[in-house]
């Protein structure tokens, strides 16, 4: 699978990084299998967080045992120093490693989040802390919000090595400042910091829960994915080829063999299948940045 | 106002910023909406179809007003004095122009042009054999035939139009495809079976009816599809 630099952080990821939070709705044996199976096809990032129920758990076994394979993100929604280094700590002890390769602030929503997690006590604070113990090596941020504030913290946070954003090309679309999140992949660019693509797969916001209760939605991802290998393939490709580092597995077990071999068979999308794909799908309803919780 | 990828790349190489331009069929106002964006110091947006002309002037923001109008006229015959247009663009409207009209559109576009005038034709490549689209196609044209005595649709190969203004005086600049395959949305689909229904319906009899049944089976099996090239092509007048 092709690999990518991810960012200045001398790391080369593969161009699919897996999504953790599929462990989550797995029993540990189907659990260390998915992780078997993307190991297999060589993906060498993956990414989790305390907030995908017992994902970190579950993750852990395969985890220790292939570690030097494993380039592994984490992430905190602590805003303040003392939460942060608090769930750091959990997940180091819940992931069983002593040193995690990407920490990041997780969820970026509000502008008075970053002001929190930039000023004096912030969660800032303890992440370059845990990163001159020797316990993070590179700090990160991640977002489904406002692509503007995404821009403010890249531009005032000066040693993040990734962000992690949607982009996909129902959002491409779309004109309003409130979905450019392109502009954030081109200042990421630009800044040499590592891109990370989420919601590639989505196909738009669920229907209402009077239409679909919850409970019978067939995937366990906060928005309604795309879900035949062709859609899976094209929705890769396109994040593929806008650039990103690397592309992040949806949420659901079901859908993450499609993506893998998605991503094995990625060799690049022209510019005018692009462009078919936006003007296929651009007055489709996209489900970022209106619903914000996961 | 969001503007179709397709209009940002055909007019991306284009010196837009300042220009007096001319959205010739204007359709929704996607061009105009494009040329207002890239800095147009004023948009002519024509069409001779009043629902497009009130949807044109709808989706003007009011900040724009001043530098657009909306003119309601036959590309045949247009309101404009000679050599007035810096910039023309033609977005999907030559597959609506039945063949006997090319000459005097193309004769009027170039009439309404400043010397070293840009023009822009966007349009799509005969679709392939084995498109499931064409179907409806025929069926919309069959029905406009007997209708309006004209087809709805003719789509003609880039190296047609290419040579048609050659033949005006304007110089190739350069070709590009926009989109391959174009994406023939549920909505597209459904749009082209109204307007088969609508001719459908002008014609008396069994025929009229069967026609009408017709575009609507086949807009219910297409249900979308993926086919074919859009292209972009760019002139210029010699200076």
């Known amino acids: ?294 | 106002m969001d503007v179709p990828t397709t209009v940002t790349t055909a007019l991306a190489d284009r010196p837009v910023t300042g220009r007096v331009c001319l959205e010739a069929g204007a359709g929704v106002g996607n061009t105009t909406a494009g040329l207002l964006k890239a800095g147009a110091s004023r948009v002519y947006a024509v069409t001779d179809d009043g629902e497009h002309a009130n949807a044109v002037y709808e989706r003007v923001d009011s900040g724009d007003a001043d530098r657009t109008a909306v003119l309601k006229a036959d590309l045949r015959r247009l309101p404009l004095a000679i050599d007035s247009v810096d910039l023309i663009t033609a977005h999907g409207l030559f597959n609506v122009l039945p063949p006997p009209w090319l000459e005097s559109v193309a004769a009027e576009l170039t009439r309404v042009a400043t010397p070293g005038c840009h023009l822009v034709i966007d349009d799509y490549e005969p679709l392939p054999d084995d498109a499931a689209v064409r179907e409806l196609f025929a069926l919309e044209n069959a029905a406009t035939e007997l209708a309006e005595g004209r087809p709805a649709l003719t789509f003609y190969p880039a190296t047609v139009l290419r040579r048609l203004f050659v033949g005006y005086g304007w110089e190739f600049d350069r070709q590009r495809t926009l989109l391959d395959p174009v994406p023939w949305t549920t909505g597209h689909i459904e749009a082209h079976a109204e307007v088969a229904q609508t001719a459908a319906s002008e014609v008396s009899g069994e025929l009229g009816a069967s026609l009408m049944t017709a575009a609507e089976r086949l807009a219910t099996e297409i249900g979308a599809e993926s086919v074919g090239q859009m292209y972009s092509v760019a002139l210029q007048l010699p200076a």
């Not at chain 1, 409130?178 to 196909?203: C, M, P, Q």
């Not at chain 1, 007055?283 to 919780?293: A, F, I, R």
């Open chain 1, 1 to 294: 699978m092709e690999t990518r630099p991810l960012g200045e952080t001398g790391h080369d990821s593969t161009v699919m990084t897996f999504g953790a939070i599929a462990l989550n709705w797995l029993e540990q044996d189907g659990a260390d299998q998915l992780v078997e199976l993307v190991l297999d096809h060589g993906v060498n990032h993956f990414d989790v967080a305390p907030t995908y129920g017992d994902a970190e758990l579950k993750l852990g076994p395969k985890l220790r045992q292939h570690r030097a394979e494993i380039f592994l993100g984490c992430k905190t929604q602590k805003r303040e120093y003392e939460g942060a280094k608090r769930k750091l700590e959990q997940s180091l002890t819940r992931l069983g490693v002593d040193r995690i390769d990407l920490y990041q602030i997780h969820g970026l929503e509000y502008e008075h989040e970053l002001e929190t997690i930039t000023g004096e006590g912030g969660a800032l604070e303890a992440l370059r802390e845990a990163q001159s113990e020797g316990l993070v090596d590179h700090i990160g941020l991640t977002s489904h919000g406002d692509p503007q504030l995404i821009l403010d913290a890249l531009d005032r946070i000066d040693d993040l090595a990734t962000v992690m954003f949607p982009l996909n090309p129902v959002v491409a679309g779309k004109d309003d400042d409130e979905y450019d999140y392109e502009a954030v992949f081109e200042r990421a660019d630009e800044l040499d910091v590592g891109t990370l693509g989420i919601k590639a797969f989505a196909k738009g916001p669920w229907p209402s829960t009077d239409e679909l209760p919850e409970r019978d939605r067939p995937y366990a991802n906060w928005y309604e994915p795309v879900d035949t290998p062709d859609e899976i393939r094209e929705r890769f490709d396109f994040a593929a080829a806008q650039g990103l580092t690397s592309v992040v597995s949806p949420g659901d077990p079901k859908l993450v063999a499609m993506v893998l071999d998605a991503a094995d068979r990625y060799d690049g999308m022209s510019e005018e299948a692009q462009r078919s794909l936006i003007e296929r799908l651009r007055h489709e309803q996209s489900p970022v940045p209106e619903q914000l919780h996961h």
